[in-house]
Nanobody, 115 residues
């Protein structure tokens, strides 16, 4: 059974930090390109960051460059998103996804940035 379980979301003040984790099982994690998406009500889902299967390549949307860092631990089948200098506009449900020969999704974790 494929599972992707996000954790680490919550309420944080502007300028604060959170570290999201996505623990996976049921598929060969090390083959998969891993991604973090976010979505707010009434908007399209947005690809925030991606990391290649070996961890050697990463990409970010412009609005998070220099603030967010995606990483992965292939031994732990887990992908992370370190989020620093958070802004209110980062508020969203963050979901992880794996892409290779199939695409798998987690349920998401809420991140709220507010005073």
């Amino acid at each position: 059974q494929v599972r992707l379980v996000e954790s680490g979301g919550g309420l944080v003040q502007p300028g604060g930090s959170l570290r999201l984790s996505c623990a996976t099982s049921g598929f060969t994690f090390r083959f998969f390109d891993m991604r973090w998406y976010r979505q707010t009500p009434g908007t399209e889902r947005e690809l925030v960051a991606r990391i290649g299967s070996t961890g050697d390549s990463t990409d970010y949307i412009d609005s998070v460059k220099g603030r967010f860092t995606i990483s992965r631990g292939n031994a732990k089948n887990t992908v992370y998103l370190q989020m620093n200098s958070l802004k209110p506009e980062d508020t969203a449900v963050y979901s992880c996804a794996g892409l290779w020969n199939r695409e798998y999704w987690g349920q998401g974790t809420q991140v709220t940035v507010a005073s």
